[in-house]
């Protein structure tokens, strides 16, 4: 089975502050992985993802992750936070075979907080 | 192009009452899915489809819950009757392809039964 952990339901930076929110995996072959934001009231919209290739992905808005197979791990960083930034992120895993396939697996979601 | 579009947007109903919502995916993905999302949480897999044929659909309530997807396109969840705990908020998703790649997701049915 698959599974996503997001350590920290809350997270909380000043304006122009370094962004990370915290993504651990598990999975028994190679993940899929994504980070998706959600404003309120919204739906789930695609940052960025992560199949093969490189491990360090940039998305959207200045959002970037890296994928460490080492520490399973998909951390979302953006180095200067916006206002506009203040969402709810969601981490998810994918796979492309085994018995998850096509399954698309979501973490607790982290509430991200931007104070001036 | 237009996204994923979901109706309604908002739901109140009694308990014991019916309710139904309705996806029009993006024209051309063959992959959708059904997700609830309980406040304060991540979106959990209802069902998916590939075309008309549903090949995921173990964490579907079946007692209350059924969903059809006719001629591959659009679809309808519906909860036969609704109970307090469904109150949540039904997102529908589509993709291309059956790996999650590139899910695109609506704007949600936000359920309350009261």
């Known amino acids: 089975a698959q599974s996503v952990t997001q350590l920290g339901s809350h997270v909380s930076v000043s304006e122009g502050a370094l962004v990370l929110l915290r993504c651990n995996y598990s999975?028994?072959?190679?993940?899929?992985l994504f980070w998706y934001v959600q404003y309120p009231n919204q739906g789930l919209q695609l940052l960025l993802k992560?199949?093969?290739?490189?491990?360090l992905v940039k998305g959207i808005n200045g959002f970037e992750a890296e994928f460490k197979k080492s520490e399973t791990s998909f951390h979302l960083t953006k180095p200067s936070a916006h206002m506009s930034d203040a969402a709810e992120y969601f981490c998810a895993v994918s796979r492309a075979g085994g018995t998850s396939y096509g399954k698309l697996t979501f973490g607790q979601g982290t509430i991200l907080t931007v104070h001036p | 192009e237009a996204g994923v579009v979901q109706s309604p947007r908002y739901k109140i109903i009694e308990k014991k009452q019916p309710v139904a919502f309705w996806c029009n995916p993006i024209?051309?993905?063959?992959?959708l899915y059904w997700y609830r999302q309980n406040l304060g949480q991540g979106p959990e897999l209802l069902i998916r489809y590939e075309n008309e044929e549903a090949v995921d659909d173990s964490q579907l309530p079946k007692d209350r819950f059924s969903a059809e997807r006719l001629k591959g396109v659009d679809s309808t969840l519906k909860i036969q009757p609704a109970e307090l705990g469904d109150s949540a908020v039904y997102l529908c998703?589509?993709?291309?392809?059956?790996?999650?790649?590139?899910?695109?997701f609506g704007q949600g049915t936000r359920l309350t039964v009261v």
């Open positions: 024209s051309g993905h063959n992959t």
């Open positions: 998703a589509s993709s291309t392809t059956g790996t999650g790649l590139e899910a695109f």
């Open positions: 992560y199949t093969t290739g490189a491990t």
């Open positions: 999975s028994s072959v190679p993940p899929y």
